[in-house]
């Protein structure tokens, strides 16, 4: 519904009744992305994977604001830590497919072909 002061209300209050809720952190984070406020989205996320490092969603996360700011290195090596944390995730795994594409990459945008020799030019 894109009401973000409203998001932001309710999670800072939850934040205040429980300064270490790493969901309502990374919930956060997420706001601040949407509303293009990245410093603030990565400082929120650094602090919940923090006290959370083994939630793939708040990795995610963060790896898409670094997309967002076209910090594509960083936003790599989250979504490929998400997708260890969580394999069954598609979403991840598409992700990575599309910062691949916008780093000229070739390699985990799709996958090896097995049993194919390359073609020789002949």
Not at 66 to 90: C, F, H, K, Q
Request: charged share 35%.
């Amino acid at each position: 519904m894109e009401r973000y002061d409203d998001a932001l209300a309710d999670l800072n209050r939850a934040i205040d009744l429980d300064p270490q809720y790493a969901w309502a952190i990374g919930s956060r984070g997420q706001t601040y992305s949407a509303m293009g406020r990245h410093d603030d989205a990565l400082a929120d996320f650094d602090h919940a994977i923090e006290l959370d490092p083994d939630r793939a969603w708040i990795i995610a996360g963060r790896g898409e604001t670094y997309r967002l700011m076209e910090r594509y290195d960083d936003a790599l090596a989250d979504y490929n830590r998400a997708i260890e944390l969580d394999p069954s995730d598609d979403d991840y795994a598409a992700k990575r497919a599309e910062i691949n594409r916008l780093m000229s990459k070739s390699e985990g945008a799709l996958p090896e072909p097995s049993g194919l020799e390359p073609l020789s030019e002949s």
